[in-house]
């Protein structure tokens, strides 16, 4: 192989590992510092709704373990993205039991009606009322 193919195959790489990994993490916490935060770890948004306005596809919502209700926090409608939304870890049910969407017999947890498919994955949450 000559320098210049090796040199493009190299450059190449690069670029494809510089690339992001094409998905951002956003964070939900109720306890959240503020309202309604960035959704960065250090400032995690305070409502679930705040989070899925702001995803896009490909994105992931984590969700810190508390009890989310009130405006906001039910009735999360995913607009039809391809988005995850879970907890901190899906796979451990203790966490999943205390990552609480409560409706409060207002509405619902979810609202998934605009066309979502199988790239919309909702995780680890307890719904309730």
């Known amino acids: 192989m000559d320098k210049t193919k090796v040199f493009s195959v190299i450059s190449l790489f690069l670029c494809l590992c510089s690339i992001s990994n094409g998905f951002n993490l956003l964070y939900v916490d109720v306890n959240g510092p503020n309202d309604p935060g960035t959704g ?3 400032d995690p948004y305070r409502r679930i709704k705040a989070a899925i ?3 896009n596809d490909g994105d992931i919502i984590e969700i810190r373990p508390g009890l989310y209700t ?3 926090n039910y009735d999360l409608d995913p607009n039809g993205a391809a988005i995850t939304i ?3 870890d899906p796979n451990d049910s203790n966490v999943t ?3 609480i969407i409560d409706a409060n017999k ?3 947890g979810f609202y998934i009606h605009s066309g979502e498919d199988a790239n919309l ?4 949450l307890t719904l309730r009322n």
């Open 53 to 55: 306005d702001d995803a």
């Open 106 to 108: 207002a509405g619902r």
């Open 40 to 42: 960065i770890f250090e």
């Open 121 to 124: 994955v909702v995780a680890g």
């Open 97 to 99: 039991a205390q990552t």
């Open 86 to 88: 879970r907890n901190t």
């Open 70 to 72: 009130g405006v906001g």
